[in-house]
């Protein structure tokens, strides 16, 4: 080799790595990835609460189907009030309202007002509730007690 060729490769220097490529931040396209994985959850929780919300008033409205069923065929109206009584009381508890459940009398004839934007259970047709289910017969509107629960469940903030 002539001396002019070794005189050029001294004038080569050594290869320098970058520097390595940091983590953060991360590159656009991974904080869109993490925006359509938040997303998607949000959406699920938001489809699992719904369903969970809508599935006891859905389950409370079968059993009351039962229920208008069994006393169309007995026609016993201390059963009916009994019945309806403890699917209500059912529905406050799984709807998370446990200790209100536990309420007895006009005090848990108000909260059923309360919690359903109504009057009739406090003022109206729900009144036999308190007693009925304890008596050996009962003279009660079994088509407007019924009625009264159903738009209760339908609308009430304890299923919900």
């Known amino acids: 080799m002539d001396s002019a060729a070794l005189d050029a490769l001294d004038e080569l220097r050594?290869?320098?790595a970058p520097e390595p490529v940091s983590w953060w931040p991360p590159a656009p396209g991974w904080w869109v990835v993490l925006g359509l994985v938040l997303l998607a959850t949000l959406i699920g929780l938001g489809l699992r609460?719904?369903?969970?919300?809508?599935?006891?008033r859905e389950s409370a409205l079968a059993e009351l189907a039962r229920i208008k069923t069994e006393f169309s065929e007995s026609q016993d109206a201390?059963?009916?009030a009994a019945r309806l009584s403890i699917l209500l009381r059912r529905v406050a508890i799984s709807g998370g309202d446990k200790k209100k459940a536990a309420l007895k009398g006009k005090a848990w004839l108000a909260y059923l007002d309360e919690t359903g934007q109504t009057r009739a259970f406090s003022e109206g047709v729900g009144q036999v509730l308190i007693s009925a289910p304890y008596q050996s017969s009962a003279e009660l509107d079994a088509d407007a007690l019924l009625a009264a629960v159903e738009a209760w469940l339908q609308t009430s903030r304890a299923g919900r």
């Open 14 to 16: 050594d290869i320098h």
């Open 49 to 56: 609460y719904w369903r969970k919300k809508n599935a006891l």
């Open 78 to 80: 201390v059963q009916l």
